[in-house]
C-alpha cells in the first residue's frame, strides 16, 4: 500500500495539524487510495473516538491527503531556504529520472534484518527526526523545474507501510523486499523515500528503507543508518535525539558547489575537460547475449586475500583501491570485446569538505575515465595510468555534466554504456537500534541504469562485488564467467597469480568466422576485427536455399561461443571481394564498417514505417532506416531483395506493382510506387511463354543490379554502357558475376547482363525456350542494328543459347555466341566457342577422348578453350582474369572476321 502524503491544497488548520502530528505518533497513518481515505493503526488506537472524528474530517483529509497537479514551497521556511538549488549531480540525473518515472531504477535500498521488532511509534519518531535534519529528504522537483522544492513539513509526517507474513519464508520475504525496493516514486510530488516494515511470523522482522537516487547516494547510506539508530535510542531512552553536529544540508552544498563551478576553477575544469577529450572516443563496447529478455545481477565475493594484497599493493604503489578496480573492470572488458580503449563511468564521492561528510543528498559525480588496453600490456602500468586518469577527473569535477558530455571526444559517445566503481563502506559494526540488533541485507532493483555496470564495495576483512546487466548484455551465465575473468585478472593485478601482463582475448576472429560457416544458412563468412570500437564485423555470403534471419544467427553464435559472447556486427554481400591473386579483400570487408552513421529522414507514412522496419529486419541493421535511404546502398542484394519483397507483399496483403518491381530505390520512392498503383492498380505484363510470377521474380532479383536498363521495365542491366565496342549480352546468375566480366573486359566494353530461371521457375524446355525469347525481344529492342555478341555461363549457356535462335530466326544476325561450361546438344549453324576450366568436373578432356568429334554433331563453327578454375569459381579472382582474356579475344577475332566481310 502507498503511504499518502502529497502536497496539499491549501494549509491546514493549526488544529488540524496538532491532531495529525498527534496520530503520527500514536503510529496512526492516512492516506489517499483510488480517492478513498485509508487508515492503518495499531489496535489501541484505532478507538471509536478516531472512528467518529474521521467520519467528521473525511472530506478534509481526502482534499488535504490527495495528490495535486501543483506543488508549492514550504511555507514555514525562512526566505534564504525557500528556493533550494539542485546539486549538479542532481541537475545530471533529474532528466533520465523523469524519462524513467515508471520504474525504480533509480532507486537505493537500505535493508534491516531486526532480531525482533521495533517500537513503531519510536521508529516513525526517528525517521521524523531524521526527515527535518536533511533537507534532500523534504525535497520533489515538479515537472516544469530543474531546481528542487520542499514539501511541506507535514507532508514528512507519514512514509510507512506494513506487511505481514504468516510465515518467515525467505523466498516469500526476498520478493516482499524486491517488490518495495522497485516500487517507483511520484518525483513531482514526493515524498521521495519510504520506510516499509515485514512482520513474517513471529520470528522474522525486516525494516526496508527505499530512496530516490535524486535524494541519496551511496554515501548516504552509512551515515543515515549510523543517524537512525542514535535517533531511536535517544527517543526509545526518552529523550530528543543527540545528533553529533549539526548536519550541512544538502542545498548548502549545492551553492558552494555551484560557486565553485561558476568560478576560476570551474573555467579550468572545462579546459581540462575539453583538452582530456579532444579526439572522438568511442563508445564503450559490450558482450551481446542473444537470448537475454531480462536485466540482471550477480553479486560475488572475492578472497580475503585478492583484498588484503590489493590495499598492500595500493600503499605500495600510491595508487587508491578504485584505480584497480576500475582498470580490472576494463581489462576482463577487453579480453572480452577485444576494445582498446574503454570509457568507463565512474562515481566520486565529491565530499572533500569536512562539512559534506555529513550531508544526506545525491552529491557523486559521474565521471568518465578513458582506459587504454593494449594486448600485452603490463597491469601495474594500467593501474598507473588509471589512477591519473582518476585523481585528475576527481580534481576537475566542479563542471556540470552536460560541460563534460561536450567535450569533442564525447559529442557522440554513449556514456551511459558502462559503469564501474569502488565504494569503502564506513561502518563494519551491525547497526543497533536501542537494543535491537540489524543485520543489513543486500536488496537489489528489477532495472539498471547503465547498460553494464561492475559495483566493489569493501569493507575491513570483506571484499564483494555485484555486476549488473541489460538485457541483451549478458545472462546469468555470461556475468558468472566475467565474474571469473574480473576475480582471475585482478588477483594478477595485485600479484596473486595469473600473467601480468593482458592475455589476449577469449574469443579470437577465427573461431566467430568458424561458427557462422558452420550455420548451414551460410555459404561464406570473413570476420574482421575493429579493436578501436570493440566489434567484430561478419560478412556473409547466405545460402539461397536456407534462409537464416539475424536472430537465429546471433543465437547460433551463443551457442557455439559460449555464455560470455563477442559483439558482432553482420552484413551480407553476393559474393566476397576479392584481390587479383584471389584472396579475400579484408581491407574492402573492413571498409564496410567504418562508415560514420548519419542521422536518417523518419519514415512520414504508416507504409514507410513498415517498409523501413523491414528493410532494418531483412538487412539486419542495428539501427533505424530513413525515408530516403537506398536498399542497395544499405547493403541489399539479389537475395535480400526477393526475400524482402515477398515478406512484403505478405505484411500488406496484395501484390506490388511494377514500378514497385522493375528498381528498388529508397523507402520513399518504394511506397510512393505502391500508393500511386492503389488507384490502378497493375501487373507485370504476361508474356508469351513467361507467366506473371516468373517476371516479378526476375524483377525482384535484378531491382538491386548496378546498371542502367536499357527503357523503362527492361530486365537487361548495363554496365560499361560508354564504351565503343559491340555490347556483350550474357546470360548470368547473380549481380555479381555482371560486375566482374563488366570489370575486368574493361571500360570499352558494354555488357548487359540477363538473370537466369534458378529460383524463378521450372527449368522445363518450354520455360527457357519462354525466357530466352523474352530477352531475344529486349535485345532486339536495345540493339535494334548491327551483329550481336553472346554468352552465358553453366544454365544460364542454355538460355542464352535459345535466345541466339530466336534472335537468328528472326533475321538478326550473332556474329559469336560463348557457350562457358555447357554444351548444349542441339544444332545450331552460327558461330560459337565453348570454354571450360581446366579443374572443372565438366571439362568435356575428362569424360571423351575426342570430344571435338562429338560437338561436330552439333556445331557448324566451333572452338574449345580451356580456362583456370574449377566450376562455380571461375568469376572471383584470379580465375576473372582467365576468363575474360579468353572472352576478350574470341571478341576480337570475331571483330576482325566482322572487318573483313564488310571490307570484302
Request: hydrophobic share 45%; aromatic share 6%; charged share 25%.
Amino acid at each position: 500500500m502507498n503511504s499518502v502524503d502529497r502536497q496539499t491544497v491549501g494549509e491546514p488548520s493549526a488544529d488540524l495539524t496538532r491532531r495529525l502530528e498527534d496520530l503520527a505518533r500514536r503510529g496512526v497513518r492516512l492516506w489517499v487510495d483510488d480517492g478513498r481515505l485509508r487508515c492503518s493503526a495499531p489496535p489501541q488506537s484505532l478507538d471509536d473516538d478516531l472512528r467518529d472524528w474521521l467520519k467528521s474530517e473525511r472530506e478534509t483529509l481526502l482534499t488535504l491527503l490527495t495528490p495535486n497537479a501543483s506543488v508549492t514551497v514550504d511555507p514555514t521556511l525562512p526566505a534564504d531556504e525557500a528556493s533550494p538549488r539542485a546539486t549538479l549531480a542532481q541537475e545530471a540525473l533529474l532528466p533520465l529520472a523523469r524519462a524513467h518515472r515508471a520504474d525504480g531504477r533509480y532507486n537505493v535500498p537500505v535493508v534491516l534484518d531486526l532480531e525482533r521488532a521495533l517500537d513503531p511509534l519510536v521508529l516513525h519518531a526517528a525517521l521524523s527526526a531524521l526527515g527535518q535534519r536533511h533537507d534532500a529528504l523534504r525535497f520533489c522537483f515538479p515537472p516544469s523545474q530543474a531546481d528542487p522544492v520542499f514539501r511541506p513539513r507535514l507532508a514528512g509526517l507519514s512514509v510507512e507501510e506494513a506487511l505481514v507474513m504468516g510465515r518467515a519464508d525467505d523466498a516469500e520475504i526476498d520478493a516482499a523486499i524486491q517488490t518495495m525496493v522497485s516500487r517507483p516514486f511520484d518525483i513531482g510530488h514526493g515524498p521521495l523515500w519510504r520506510c516499509c516494515t515485514i512482520k513474517a511470523g513471529r520470528s522474522r522482522d525486516v525494516l526496508v528503507l527505499v530512496f530516490h537516487h535524486l535524494i541519496f547516494d551511496g554515501f548516504s547510506r552509512d551515515l543515515f543508518v549510523k543517524e537512525l539508530c542514535v535517533a531511536y535510542a535517544d527517543l526509545a531512552a526518552g529523550h530528543a535525539p543527540r545528533f553529533a553536529s549539526e548536519a550541512m544540508q544538502s542545498h548548502d552544498f549545492a551553492a558552494w558547489e555551484r560557486g565553485v563551478a561558476d568560478g576560476p576553477r570551474g573555467e579550468e575544469a572545462r579546459r581540462w575537460w575539453v583538452e582530456a577529450f579532444q579526439q572522438r572516443h568511442p563508445s564503450t563496447a559490450l558482450p551481446a547475449a542473444a537470448g537475454s529478455q531480462a536485466d540482471g545481477f550477480l553479486r560475488f565475493s572475492l578472497p580475503n586475500e585478492t583484498l588484503a594484497a590489493l590495499r598492500a599493493r595500493a600503499v605500495n604503489s600510491r595508487q587508491p583501491c578504485g584505480a584497480y578496480a576500475i582498470a580490472a573492470a576494463a581489462v576482463a572488458l577487453h579480453r572480452v570485446t577485444g576494445q582498446r580503449r574503454i570509457l568507463a563511468c565512474t562515481p566520486l564521492t565529491n565530499r572533500d569538505q569536512a562539512q559534506a561528510a555529513g550531508v544526506i543528498g545525491y552529491l557523486n559525480r559521474m565521471a568518465p575515465i578513458s582506459v587504454a588496453v593494449e594486448p600485452g600490456a603490463i597491469l601495474s602500468e594500467i593501474v598507473s595510468e588509471t589512477g591519473r586518469s582518476l585523481f585528475s577527473a576527481d580534481a576537475h569535477r566542479f563542471v556540470a555534466t552536460g560541460d563534460i558530455a561536450a567535450a569533442p571526444g564525447l559529442r557522440r559517445t554513449q556514456l551511459n554504456r558502462f559503469m564501474t566503481g569502488w565504494q569503502e563502506r564506513r561502518s563494519d559494526a551491525q547497526p543497533v537500534l536501542g537494543d535491537v540488533t540489524a543485520r543489513r541485507i543486500t536488496a537489489t532493483r528489477d532495472s539498471v541504469d547503465f547498460d553494464l555496470a561492475v559495483q566493489f564495495e569493501a569493507a575491513a576483512d570483506d571484499l564483494s562485488c555485484q555486476i549488473s546487466y541489460r538485457a541483451g548484455v549478458m545472462d546469468e551465465a555470461g556475468a558468472s564467467r566475467f565474474a571469473e575473468i574480473l576475480n582471475s585478472t585482478l588477483a594478477a593485478m595485485v600479484g596473486l597469480g595469473g600473467e601480468s601482463f593482458v592475455p589476449p582475448a577469449l574469443t579470437p576472429a577465427g573461431r566467430v568466422a568458424a561458427a557462422l560457416i558452420d550455420h548451414p544458412g551460410v555459404d561464406e563468412a570473413v570476420v574482421v576485427a575493429n579493436p578501436e570500437i570493440g566489434e567484430y564485423g561478419a560478412v556473409l555470403v547466405l545460402n539461397e536455399h536456407e534462409r537464416v534471419d539475424l536472430e537465429t544467427l546471433k543465437a547460433w553464435l551463443g551457442e557455439h561461443l559460449g555464455p560470455l559472447a563477442p559483439p558482432v556486427q553482420f552484413r551480407t554481400l553476393a559474393a566476397l571481394p576479392r584481390m587479383s591473386d584471389g584472396e579475400v579483400d579484408r581491407v574492402a570487408l573492413s571498409r564496410l564498417f567504418e562508415a560514420e552513421p548519419r542521422q536518417p529522414i523518419p519514415p512520414q507514412t504508416d507504409l514507410e514505417r513498415q517498409i523501413a522496419e523491414l528493410w532494418r529486419e531483412v538487412l539486419w541493421l542495428d539501427r533505424p532506416v530513413g525515408r530516403d535511404e537506398g536498399f542497395r546502398l544499405l547493403g541489399g542484394h539479389s537475395l535480400l531483395a526477393v526475400r524482402m519483397l515477398g515478406d512484403l507483399e505478405q505484411r500488406l496483403g496484395r501484390s506490388l506493382p511494377a514500378a514497385a518491381l522493375t528498381c528498388l530505390g529508397s523507402v520513399a520512392e518504394l511506397a510512393g510506387a505502391i500508393q500511386s498503383d492503389a488507384a490502378e492498380p497493375t501487373q507485370p505484363t504476361p508474356v508469351s511463354g513467361v507467366d506473371a510470377d516468373a517476371l516479378k521474380k526476375l524483377h525482384a532479383y535484378t531491382s538491386v543490379w548496378a546498371g542502367e536498363r536499357p527503357f523503362p521495365g527492361a530486365l537487361l542491366v548495363g554496365r560499361n554502357l560508354d564504351g565503343e565496342r559491340t555490347p556483350l549480352f550474357w546470360c548470368l546468375q547473380n549481380q555479381n558475376e555482371l560486375k566482374q566480366l563488366a570489370r575486368y573486359l574493361g571500360d570499352d566494353q558494354p555488357v548487359y547482363g540477363m538473370r537466369s530461371a534458378h529460383q524463378v521457375m521450372a527449368k522445363t524446355p518450354e520455360n527457357i525456350d519462354g525466357l530466352a525469347a523474352f530477352y531475344a525481344s529486349e535485345i532486339a529492342r536495345t540493339a535494334p542494328t548491327g551483329a550481336l555478341f553472346l554468352g552465358g555461363n553453366c544454365q544460364a549457356a542454355v538460355i542464352a543459347f535459345h535466345i541466339a535462335r530466336h534472335l537468328r530466326a528472326g533475321g538478326r544476325e550473332v556474329a559469336l555466341l560463348i557457350l562457358h561450361e555447357k554444351i548444349v546438344p542441339h544444332p545450331y549453324d552460327g558461330r560459337i566457342a565453348l570454354t571450360f576450366g581446366r579443374d572443372s568436373d565438366r571439362n568435356p578432356w575428362l569424360t571423351s577422348d575426342d570430344p571435338r568429334a562429338e560437338l561436330a554433331a552439333y556445331y557448324d563453327d566451333f572452338t574449345i578453350d580451356l580456362v583456370s578454375g574449377s566450376h562455380g569459381q571461375f568469376f572471383v579472382e584470379p580465375n576473372i582474369l582467365d576468363l575474360t582474356a579468353t572472352i576478350r579475344q574470341k571478341r576480337d577475332a570475331m571483330a576482325a572476321l566482322l572487318s573483313g566481310a564488310r571490307g570484302a
